[in-house]
């Protein structure tokens, strides 16, 4: 089974400020990653998939890079609706894995 | 628009049984990989059992293999998680997921919850 990390576990920022959320596959994925956003409550929401390709109607300031085992998650500018938690899962191989996901709160 | 409501969860002892359905609408159901997803309280997220557009292929978490079966209806837009030898540790919301191909969630429900206790 491939594991995924996740960091930082929390990140704290202030709106307006630039997020970097990374994720590490314990072997090479490719580049089959996707990242989710989730709000307390709500179900999750894709954002970016293949690593780098944002999901309909995701706001450019969201953006995905890396291959391999290293990955990336950044979002360029912080509305005060991001603040959330994000996960990256892997399709690479079964069985489908998610990171224990990155908490972003208000500093 | 995509639609995706689930029903089906509950309170049930250890060692009972529950049926999950997930009905679709908004979208050509029988084109879909479909996927149940699950969430313990206050935990992440965990993939539990995946059925491909024809039901030829299937795959379940290990956890869950063994008692829980997945399947679909395509005339009805539907997705079932039958759930047998139910334990403490199967307590979660359970989401239903559309895939585009093969671990891609593109649409979720809302989510059933699931509560499994003496």
């Known amino acids: 089974e491939i594991v995924l990390t996740q960091s930082p576990a929390t990140l704290s920022l202030s709106p307006g400020e630039r997020a970097t959320l990374s994720c590490r596959a314990s072997?090479?994925?490719?580049?089959?990653l996707a990242w989710y956003q989730q709000k307390p409550g709500q179900a999750p929401r894709l954002l970016i998939y293949?690593?780098?390709n944002r999901a309909t109607g995701i706001p450019a300031r969201f953006s995905g890079s890396g291959s391999g085992t290293d990955f990336t998650l950044i979002i360029s500018s912080l509305e005060p609706e991001d603040f959330a938690v994000y996960y990256c899962?892997?399709?690479?191989?079964?069985?489908?894995?998610f990171g224990p996901g990155t908490k972003v709160d208000v500093k | 628009q995509v639609q995706l409501v689930e029903s089906g969860g509950g309170l049930v002892k250890p060692g009972g049984s529950l049926r999950l359905s997930c009905a679709a609408s908004?979208?050509?159901?029988?084109?879909?990989?479909m996927n149940w997803i699950r969430q313990a309280p206050g935990k992440g997220l965990e993939w539990v059992s995946y059925?491909?557009?024809?039901?030829?292929?299937?795959y379940y978490a290990d956890s869950v293999k063994g008692r829980f079966t997945i399947s679909r209806d395509n005339a009805k837009n539907s997705l079932y998680l039958q759930m047998n030898s139910l334990r403490a540790e199967d307590t979660a919301v359970y989401y239903c997921?559309?895939?585009?191909?093969?671990?891609?969630?593109?649409?979720w429900g809302q989510g059933t919850l699931v509560t499994v206790s003496s």
């Open positions: 072997q090479i994925i490719s580049s089959y």
């Open positions: 997921a559309r895939d585009d191909y093969g671990g891609k969630f593109d649409h």
């Open positions: 059925i491909g557009r024809s039901v030829s292929t299937i």
């Open positions: 293949e690593a780098s």
């Open positions: 908004g979208f050509t159901f029988s084109d879909y990989h």
């Open positions: 899962q892997q399709r690479s191989n079964w069985p489908f894995t």
